[in-house]
């Protein structure tokens, strides 16, 4: 169902910036598991922590872990893989536009509404499986 209104294009759009999206506990158990190194070193390496803030490190306007594509791709955190296909759409057409004009990989041209329809069954399929 992702699929399709969906395919990741491992352009980074997503992943630049000057922060990246803040890291559950899990998240951060389920990367360390990924990275197979202690959890101490990884933290060393690729996070930056600020107050009970944990991100991922920039480097040169991207996510550590971008290089053409994400190398923690089943590690990576939930908000990462939750992206682009966001609830917002469902309730504001201009975020599908904005979301559709920096993500190629979503398939903007079934357009709003059908898109709409599909997204919405596949969170529900999604929440029902957790």
């Given amino acids: ?16 910036g000057e922060t990246t999206v803040s890291l559950t506990d899990d998240d951060l158990e389920r990367m360390v598991a990924h990275i197979g190194i202690p959890k101490e070193e990884v933290i ?17 306007g991207h996510c550590i872990f971008y290089d053409q594509g994400c190398t923690i ?26 979301i559709s004009a920096s993500c190629p990989g979503i398939k903007a041209e079934l357009g709003y509404e059908k898109f709409s329809e599909i997204l919405s069954e596949f969170l529900k399929a999604k929440n029902n499986n957790r």
């Fill in 73 to 98: 791709h089943p590690g990576k955190p939930w908000r990462c893989s939750q992206w682009p296909l966001h609830p917002s759409i469902l309730s504001d057409h201009s975020n599908f536009l904005a």
């Fill in 1 to 16: 169902m992702e699929e399709d209104i969906f395919e990741c294009k491992q352009c980074g759009y997503c992943c630049q």
């Fill in 44 to 60: 060393e390496k690729y996070l930056r922590i600020t107050g009970n803030v944990i991100q991922m490190k920039i480097v040169d």
